[in-house]
């Protein structure tokens, strides 16, 4: 079993910057690709981001690229969601997931593990 819980959510303005945490629990994160879903309001979950075992590949949806930058640290269990240039359509809650796979997946049915989410909120 894998427990993942993400924190850095917050309320900034349009422009600014927010950097997600991912911390796991349980078991290491090292043999498990990550990824980086959001949910707004009456809409479907959908991929934000993911990143390979290793942290050598990551691939993002085009509504983020350029923006957002995926990371992580296998040492500390940790993955990271780096936000910069934030709009308010990038408002909702923000979920990691694990899938042990280790290849990038952006379909979140093909994901084991979820975290509670942490809500981002980015004004205009």
């Known amino acids: 079993q894998v427990q993942l819980v993400e924190s850095g959510g917050g309320l900034v303005p349009a422009g600014g910057s927010l950097r997600l945490s991912c911390a796991a629990s349980?078991?290491?994160?090292?043999?498990?690709?990550m990824g980086w879903f959001r949910q707004a309001p009456g809409k479907e979950r959908e991929f934000v981001a993911a990143i390979s075992w290793s942290g050598a590949s990551t691939y993002y949806a085009d509504s983020v690229k350029g923006r957002f930058t995926a990371s992580r640290d296998n040492a500390k269990n940790t993955v990271y969601l780096q936000m910069n240039s934030l709009k308010p359509e990038d408002t909702a809650v923000y979920f990691c997931a694990a899938q042990s796979k280790r290849a990038i997946e952006i379909d979140p049915l093909r994901y084991d593990y979820w975290g509670q989410g942490t809500q981002v909120t980015v004004s205009s």
């Open positions: 349980g078991r290491t994160l090292s043999t498990y690709a």
